[in-house]
């Protein structure tokens, strides 16, 4: 089979923003983070992403700022290079090649051109052992540079960026694993190792889970499991190290950071608090508590002005220094408990899935951007394991976005379930969804799957359950009475006590075929009638999807037994089959085009094609890594133009799926990606300019030279220019002070610029405004007082210069004005024009 490379996978956003520990400029301007294969540059202050800085072919495992260059950042990643990129201007300046792979990254202003990396040990092949090497950057030219020279600094560390610091300037350098912390002195070239009791017999976990070393003085803070803090000194010396508790957190300490005087200690874990302790007063402690989930970690900015912690929910916190949030940047959040499938809000255009615990998440998938949390289970979700707590599982919008049908589930006890089905109505006025009804236990087992009917004419939502029934919740019509809508159960049935698995309606909602198990059955919702069933190869069904448009009549299913079926519904018999394993079979709502995601050999292989035709449209091998289980065909803002048959699929809808690391993905053409990138050139020139001075010299000459060409092409512009353009009055006013000619002198020049000639109203005169009309009598006098200008404006056809052969013909008002100003005594300015200074 034949792929095609005219269609290529491109990142579209959606990455973990929390992976690694983000990094806050010198000026706290701009944080830089990595998300998935790229490293992204947002404002502190207005939490847009300013830059995307892509170059790295793997996850981006780190990144640092440079040093030497406050304006520079390096960035590791699992593909063995290290870049170095200008984040102010989102360029790559180089890029070096170490050839392992790096788990992080760590820079010290006293080792400057030297960096720390986490790399696998090269003798251990086949084991989990890491080491820190030391790497020397080559001063050269070249934009791709091999390093080869590695020097080894400690052995056996742990991958966790956090349990390794620089201390004192870059004195020596702290490694904590296990048990053990590690401490090597440049100076001395020695290292040495410090070891804790596991305290498990007395049901404590002393392990290390992160370290930070203090700016200023000899003193290493390590977080443990058990949730204490330990304060080491003299450490220098083996024998005679101390170190003291201190204790506040109830879980693990995920993550310590010194501000940069070190008057003060950060720390944060799964209770979503962040706790400011005073480092001489460890009695005194500050506290910031409900920041939403748990804090994974800390960064300071190197003024101190700014804190951000990155959280389990994939969001940034941004705190001032006075304990007071000031911006939050959240990404996507998608993690194991995710459960429902993507959607398409009918009204924003935005992505929906599970948010943060017991929320949906609305996400702009131009903008790569959360536009807002919709709370589902409305209560407080408390961050503590092994507790039980609600948690929406399904989630489904009818065809026009007005009903929003979700269900939550919450299983105490290991036995007892707990089922809750809420339908939420769309508000004009708030421009969200408002809890409308909620019914309690709706089947008596788990949901696994729901869907609304496309039907104009009625509005009605089916679910099905492992209880072995089907319900339609149908939506009563109130419209007659004062009372608000509300739903109610309509029909249950069931087929043979088999499970039903999956649902799904016709295009026009006249069908609904159901999957019971092994079985396809097809009804019909307006008398839910039993019309047919289809036979079905061996296996439980997967998903059903109805063609769409000219292939309505085909009913497509994918079993677990690697089978892709294609039904004819006018014949009641199977069109023709196919073995592949497809973990997702997904619809394109606007066109007759499916595509099937299918898993083989640790990675998945994409298929689109139309149910009419044996042959794939479109075709390719190892998409992503891993297993697509959640796809969505999103309809464009403006439709594609290709005429090529292998790329047609996506003129009208844009394929988005979500891989293993959380990368949302699509499928971009050529000419698509060079039109975004003309867009995204000119917004830069047009927005990212400074307003300097030389900048405004430049902006009043290029708008100069705008007017003048106007003029040039508009010569009617050149003759209908206002008083305040006149060479006396730029004389008078652009002149410098000590040139200046006699004020008598500009003062008559000044007033007879304003007047208007006899002889130029007529071709050169601006529309006056209207006058009122409660001035009759003057009117009719005028009339009478100047009868020639009337009898040509009746004829029209008086003869005139050439030049004015183009000039619109004045109104009646306007003549009315010009012959005031002519009957207006200017006596009194000749006082003005006669007076010396």
């Not at 615990?357 to 709370?375: A, C, I, M, T, V």
């Not at 309690?440 to 729901?450: F, G, L, Q």
């Amino acid at each position: 089979m034949v792929e095609h490379a005219a269609i290529r996978v491109v990142y579209r956003g959606g990455s973990k923003i929390n992976f690694r520990e983000p990094v806050i400029t010198n000026d706290s301007r701009f944080l830089l983070c990595g998300s998935g294969e790229s490293v992204k540059v947002y404002s502190t202050s207005t939490e847009e992403c300013v830059h995307d800085l892509k170059g790295h072919t793997d996850l981006v495992t780190g990144v640092v700022l440079n040093p030497s260059n406050h304006l520079q950042a390096y960035s590791c990643s699992a593909d063995g290079t290290v870049r170095l990129w200008d984040f102010t201007d989102g360029i790559l300046i180089k890029t070096f090649i170490i050839g392992y792979h790096i788990y992080s990254i760590h820079v010290s202003e006293k080792h400057l051109g030297v960096l720390f990396l986490v790399v696998p040990m090269a003798n251990e092949k086949g084991s989990d052992l890491l080491q820190l090497v030391a790497v020397h950057l080559p001063r050269t030219g070249d934009q791709v540079v091999e390093t080869s020279e590695l020097s080894a600094v400690l052995c056996d560390v742990s991958p966790n960026p956090s349990a390794v610091s620089f201390g004192t300037g870059g004195e020596y350098i702290a490694a904590a694993k296990g048990l053990q912390l590690e401490v090597f002195f440049f100076k001395k070239q020695k290292s040495y190792r410090f070891f804790l009791k596991s305290g498990m017999n007395k049901g404590v976990n002393n392990s290390f889970t992160c370290i930070s070393c203090h700016p200023k003085e000899d003193c290493i803070a390590s977080g443990h499991a058990d949730g204490k803090i330990r304060l080491w000194r003299n450490f220098n010396q083996k024998k005679e190290y101390t170190y003291t508790t201190m204790h506040w957190h109830h879980n693990s300490v995920n993550t310590l950071r010194f501000t940069p005087e070190g008057t003060n200690l950060l720390s944060g874990g799964i209770e979503s608090v962040l706790v400011q302790w005073r480092y001489t007063q460890e009695n005194q402690k500050d506290f910031l508590p409900r920041l939403g989930a748990a804090i994974t970690h800390i960064a300071v900015s190197p003024d101190g002005s700014l804190f951000c912690t990155s959280h389990a929910d994939n969001k940034i916190t941004i705190i001032q220094s006075s304990i007071k949030v000031s911006a939050i940047i959240q990404g996507l959040v998608e993690d194991d408990g995710v459960q429902t499938d993507l959607m398409i809000d009918p009204r924003s255009k935005a992505l929906v899935l599970n948010g943060k615990p017991g929320h949906l998440q609305f996400y702009s998938l131009h903008r790569d951007k959360q536009l807002y949390n919709l709370d589902i289970v409305q209560q407080e979700y408390i961050h503590e394991q092994g507790l039980d707590q609600f948690q929406v599982v399904k989630a489904a919008f009818d065809t026009h976005g007005d009903w929003l049908a979700t269900v939550e589930e919450r299983r105490q006890n290991r036995s007892e379930l707990e089922i809750n089905l809420k339908f939420w109505a769309y508000d004009e006025q708030t421009q969200s969804f408002v809890l409308n009804t909620t019914v309690t236990t709706p089947h008596e087992d788990r949901i696994t799957a729901m869907c609304f009917s496309p039907s104009p004419e009625t509005t009605l939502l089916v679910t099905t359950s492992l209880d072995g029934h089907f319900k339609a919740w149908l939506l009563a019509d109130h419209s007659d009475t004062q009372e608000s809508a509300s739903w109610s159960c309509d029909f249950v049935g069931g087929y043979h006590l088999l499970k039903p698995g999956c649902l799904c309606f016709s295009a026009d909602g006249s069908l609904l075929a159901l999957g019971f198990q092994e079985v396809v059955t097809v009804w019909s919702p307006t008398s839910w009638e039993l019309l047919t069933t289809l036979s079905q190869p061996p296996g439980a069904l997967r998903d059903l999807c109805f063609g769409r448009l000219s292939c309505s009549k085909y009913l497509l299913g994918t079993s677990t037994q690697n089978q892709l079926c294609c039904w004819n519904l006018l014949t009641c018999s199977l069109e023709w089959n196919t073995p592949m394993d497809v973990s997702l079979l997904q619809a394109d709502p606007l066109s007759e085009n499916m595509a099937a995601f299918c898993s083989q050999s640790g990675s998945t292989d994409l298929f689109v094609f139309k149910p009419s035709e044996p042959r794939p449209l479109y075709s390719k091998k190892a998409i992503c890594t891993g297993k697509v289980e959640r796809a969505i065909f999103a309809p464009r803002d403006q439709m594609l133009e290709s005429s090529d048959e292998h790329s047609q699929w996506l003129n009208r809808s844009q394929l988005y799926f979500l891989t293993q690391h959380m990368d949302l993905m699509t499928f971009s053409t050529k000419t698509e990606e060079d039109r975004l990138l003309a867009s995204s050139k000119q917004l830069m020139v047009d927005d990212s300019v400074a307003v300097t001075p030389f900048y405004l010299l430049l902006g009043k000459h290029k708008q100069e030279q705008q007017e003048k060409q106007e003029v040039l092409n508009n010569p009617l512009a050149e003759r209908t220019q206002l008083p305040q353009g006149s060479i006396a009055i730029k004389e008078l006013l652009e002149t410098p002070a000590h040139v200046l000619p006699s004020a008598s002198f500009l003062c008559s020049m000044f007033v007879r610029s304003l007047l208007m000639s006899n002889s130029s109203t007529r071709g050169e005169g601006e529309p006056a405004e209207d006058e009122m009309e409660s001035e009759s009598e003057e009117v009719d006098s005028d009339e009478e007082a100047d009868p020639v200008h009337q009898r040509q404006d009746l004829c029209g056809s008086a003869p005139g210069p050439v030049e004015d052969v183009g000039a619109p013909a004045l109104s009646k008002a306007q003549e009315r004005e010009l012959r005031r100003v002519r009957k207006f005594d200017h006596s009194w300015l000749s006082s003005l024009v006669d007076c010396k200074p």
